[in-house]
């Protein structure tokens, strides 16, 4: 990231609502956002990568990770989102990975600029091009920021996105 770009562009933000860059509260806020944002866009850093580490005899069962909780940040107002992704997939060849490591490939995903139904279909994806396994199915449930703070001004929605691939039914979820 180009930390000195982020910090301008802040400060032309903060004078273009008309705000003074050099009172007290707002001195160091172009700093503060430049290093919020490194922080929560780190996943651009990041390889999405999800090995097959465990070999266990497996076959034909359906393995369930339930309430993965993520925090992104929407690409059309730069708004947050988040909640959870529920996971199911049945391997093969008994190809599993650790549960931690489908929190990691999440983290991945979320921790860039995002919207709810590419990050789905990303994590899906990555799933079965890495593990290789019979099907997978990827549930996101998330509050998205821009709907409760600007346009409709609803607060509570709840989006849910899924993405199955290969042979897993959809009601395991």
């Given at each position: 990231?180009?930390?000195?770009?982020?910090?301008?562009?802040?400060?032309?933000?903060l004078e273009g609502i008309g705000e003074d860059v050099k009172r007290p509260g707002l001195q160091k806020t172009p700093e503060r956002v430049a290093t919020m944002l490194e922080e929560?866009?780190?996943?651009?850093?990041?390889?999405?990568?999800?090995?097959?580490?465990?070999?266990?005899a497996v076959a034909h069962?359906?393995?369930?990770i339930r309430g993965i909780s993520f925090y992104s940040m929407c690409e059309h107002h730069?708004?947050?989102f988040f909640g959870e992704v529920h996971i199911a997939y049945r391997p093969a060849q008994n190809r599993i990975a650790g549960f931690s490591a489908f929190a990691h490939l999440v983290e991945t995903y979320a921790r860039r600029l995002q919207l709810q139904e590419r990050m789905t279909n990303q994590i899906a994806d990555a799933i079965m091009e890495q593990l290789q396994p019979e099907g997978v199915l990827v549930?996101?449930?998330?509050?998205?920021?821009?709907?409760?703070m600007r346009g409709s001004r609803k607060d509570g929605v709840r989006t849910e996105t899924r993405a199955m691939r290969g042979n897993i039914s959809a009601d395991v979820l």
């Open positions: 990231m180009d930390r000195e770009k982020i910090i301008q562009g802040v400060r032309l933000v929560i866009l780190a996943g651009y850093s990041r390889k999405p990568q999800i090995e097959a580490d465990i070999s266990e069962n359906t393995i369930i730069l708004l947050p549930v996101v449930e998330a509050r998205q920021l821009c709907v409760s």
